[in-house]
């Protein structure tokens, strides 16, 4: 036989072995002695689940892959507002500076773009672009002030004997406020939209805030101390130009909040850029009477160093209330989650150990059946009644191990992971399903592999977290102020970091509802061996 015709055969066997690989995948089966190959698939919706909501005060939000800024009022969770405190630094080029004969600073500018898409086409032989943004939260406006901050933030914790990298936290806001030095300018009624920043005829920039701040104070921060040793190193640097502060404030009904890109080095605009003029004299020239030509300079600092988002919610005191009085020994009818500082869902499953032996009943069960694992799955409805619906309604939201502080196995075996952020990664945290009337009805957490490995691997079962997030993708830890502990056993200290840019919120039903139809239920599809 010929390689020609043997090459055929040889694919029709892999696609043979492939097919039957992609079966076994359906199931997951670990320790099973199924004789039967013909599989009855039952399903099993009785375990107990217990469900309940805790507010979480303080958490990181330092080491951010971005920052927020705005005045977002949620129609469920009313205002929430987000600051930031970022430390600057001078680009490498721009270390020791020299700024030349006769230097005259003719302005400085500060700009953070919106994250955006762009898109290019040529009309009459001109390139026109246009820009999309994306993470904005509302359509109204919101106020700026800027200030000094006089605030040191150091690198590491002296806790730690300075070994530790040192943390800040969301609420640390008065303690950056007492700290204010002087104000540098007001930005009022900013809206993030997608319209380009146009500088001239010529000349335009991808959306963003871009304000000119003080030339009296960088003429005296600055180009004033050319050759001192405040500008000799960046460690010296930021000890003598600690950062900037970004406050703030809206009466504007729904306001809005943004993600900012602002510590992308790459990109020569972001940050803040002072321009410059100078001159070279010749001998027995003075500033007053030179013939020389004008140069024109730049000197940009960079937000590489430490950035802080800061952060306060106002709850409406109906789910201040609803927080206060949760249960989390029964659970509760309604479970309230949000990102930002935020409000985290906790889920236990198999209820309780009644022997004391540290593996709950419901658990030990299931254990000693051995059953294979076809699917499982965590599916959350919308409490429509307290959600106003549409384009407010968080897309995504974000299941994780508590004890681990890290996402669950399923999330590792998600073929959809490679995908755009949006739907990145939803076979196992499925996005917001919503009804003919674009309004949500329900999430589906599916944890096939989680709840299997508790059947037959006897892993631990741990609380599990849920919170609204804006992308699944960034799968980073953020540590919380003080652990949170809602009961005897129980001990929170993370939660994911990017639930932490979302200003979002929504209203789930809990374990305990009247209406089956909608009550928080562990479904479990199985293979019972024989």
């Known amino acids: 036989m010929t390689n020609k015709h043997l090459l055929p055969r040889i694919a029709i066997v892999l696609l043979m072995i492939v097919a039957i690989a992609s079966c076994e995948e359906d199931f997951t ?6 004789v039967n190959e013909n599989f009855n698939r039952e399903v099993d919706t009785t375990r107990t689940v217990i469900a309940y909501s805790k507010a979480i005060n303080g958490v990181q939000t330092n080491n951010q892959t971005s920052y927020r800024m705005g005045v977002y009022t949620d129609p469920t969770y009313g205002k929430s507002e987000s600051g930031i405190l970022a430390q600057i630094l001078m680009g490498q080029d721009d270390i020791d500076p020299n700024f030349g004969s006769c230097v005259v600073l003719d302005s400085v500018v500060l700009y953070l773009p919106l994250f955006n898409t762009s898109t290019t086409e040529t009309i009459d032989e001109e390139e026109i672009v246009t820009y999309e943004v994306d993470s904005v939260f509302g359509n109204g406006s919101f106020d700026i002030n800027i200030y000094e901050s006089n605030y040191f933030l150091r690198p590491t914790d002296p806790d730690s004997n300075f070994e530790d990298p ?62 001192s040793s405040e500008l000799m190193n960046n460690n010296n640097f930021r000890e003598y130009f600690r950062g900037i502060y970004l406050q703030v404030s809206s009466n504007h009904p729904t306001g809005s909040m943004a993600l900012f890109d602002i510590a992308d080095t790459d990109d020569l605009d972001i940050g803040i850029k002072m321009y410059t003029s100078y001159v070279t004299l010749d001998e027995g020239e003075t500033c007053e009477n030179n013939t020389a030509e004008v140069v024109n300079d730049e000197t940009r600092f960079f ?36 990102g930002g500082e935020g409000i985290l869902t906790l889920i236990e499953l198999f209820g309780e150990d009644a022997d004391n032996n540290g593996v709950a009943d419901e658990l030990e069960d299931l254990r000693a059946k051995e059953w294979l694992i076809n699917e499982a799955n ?73 709840v299997s490995e508790l059947i037959n691997r006897d892993s631990i079962n741990a609380p599990l977290g849920l919170m609204v997030t804006s992308n ?12 949170l502990v809602p009961k005897p056993g129980v001990t929170i200290e ?12 929504t209203v789930l039903f809990g374990n305990d509802v009247q209406d089956l139809s909608k009550r928080l239920k562990l479904e479990i599809y199985y293979t019972e061996p024989e």
Do not use: W
């Open 378 to 450: 965590l599916v959350f409805y919308v409490d429509q009644n307290q959600v106003e619906g549409g384009a407010t309604e968080p897309e995504r939201i974000f299941i994780y191990d508590t004890r681990n502080n890290d996402v669950l196995i399923d999330y590792f075996n998600d073929f959809t992971q490679n995908n755009v952020a949006i739907d990145a990664i939803t076979q196992h945290m499925g996005r917001l399903e919503r009804g003919s009337d674009g309004n949500g009805d329900y999430y589906k957490m599916r944890i096939t592999s989680y």
């Open 166 to 227: 040192q943390l800040y936290y969301s609420n640390q806001g008065p303690e950056f406020e007492a700290n204010l030095g002087p104000l540098l300018a007001t930005v009022t009624d900013f809206t993030p939209t997608s319209d380009a920043i146009v500088l001239n005829d010529s000349v335009s920039m991808a959306p963003g805030l871009r304000v000119n701040l003080p030339v009296e104070f960088f003429q005296e921060k600055i180009i004033d101390m050319e050759g």
């Open 472 to 483: 699944v993708v960034n799968i980073a830890f953020a540590e919380l102020e003080s652990p």
């Open 29 to 34: 089966t670990v320790n099973t002695n199924i």
């Open 494 to 505: 993370e939660v994911p970091a990017t639930c932490v840019l979302s200003p979002e919120g």
């Open 303 to 338: 937000f590489a160093g430490i950035s802080v988002n800061v952060l306060k919610n106002e709850y409406p005191p109906e789910i201040e209330s609803a927080l206060a009085n949760s249960d989390p020994v029964n659970g509760n009818s309604r479970l309230y989650t949000s």
